[in-house]
């Protein structure tokens, strides 16, 4: 069985905020401060935090693979 990388898991995440960040973009039409471009926005926010944990978790383990060669 193969596992998806933690760098592979980022770069879908990072899409998902940029397709989420776009969709709320479209969505404000008078005002910012409607629920549906709060909520996307949100979505979006921990969409790109949690791209930038996977990122740091990739350069952790390739450092912890580098070590032991």
């Not at 596992?3 to 910012?32: D, K, M, N, V």
């Amino acid at each position: 069985m193969m596992r998806i990388s933690p760098l592979r898991s980022a770069i879908l995440y990072i899409g998902l905020g940029s397709l989420f960040t776009y969709i709320a973009i479209q969505s404000a039409e008078e005002t910012l401060f409607n629920f549906i471009t709060i909520a996307l926005a949100f979505f979006a926010t921990i969409d790109f935090v949690v791209a930038i944990r996977l990122i740091n978790l990739h350069f952790r383990i390739k450092k912890t693979k580098d070590k032991e060669k």
